[in-house]
């Protein structure tokens, strides 16, 4: 059974920095292409960054720049390291696979399983 679960939320002030992981098991970790979205109150669920299982990588231009998408197939861990917060970064940041034989994925629909989240607060 697949599980995805997230860690290395909370409340940090503009301008700092936070580490999201994505434990996840129950799947071939190394073969799948993962991404992270996140959704703010009233907002729907926006595509951050994914990497590919080959290591590419893809970013929203809105953290282009500020966050870093990396995985470490030995830990079966997907990592987004967030620079340079601002408040409007505020949200529950979700992981999830990628569907089977997708190339790319920005699209919720693209992906098959998701975590439950973690919050992500910037104070201004």
């Known amino acids: 059974q697949v599980h995805l679960v997230e860690s290395g939320g909370g409340l940090v002030q503009a301008g700092g920095s936070l580490r999201l992981s994505c434990a996840a098991s129950g799947f071939t970790f190394s073969s799948a292409s993962m991404g992270w979205f996140r959704q703010a109150p009233g907002k729907e669920r926006e595509f951050v960054a994914s990497i590919s299982w080959s290591g590419s990588t893809y970013y929203a231009d809105s953290v282009k720049g500020r966050f870093t998408i990396s995985r470490d197939n030995a830990k079966n861990t997907v990592y987004l390291q967030t620079n340079s917060l601002k408040p409007e970064d505020t949200a529950v940041y979700y992981c999830?696979?990628?569907?089977?034989?997708?190339?790319?994925?920005?699209?919720?629909?693209?992906?098959?399983?998701w975590g439950q989240g973690t919050q992500v607060t910037v104070s201004s």
């Open positions: 999830a696979k990628v569907r089977p034989r997708l190339q790319v994925a920005f699209s919720t629909h693209d992906y098959d399983y």
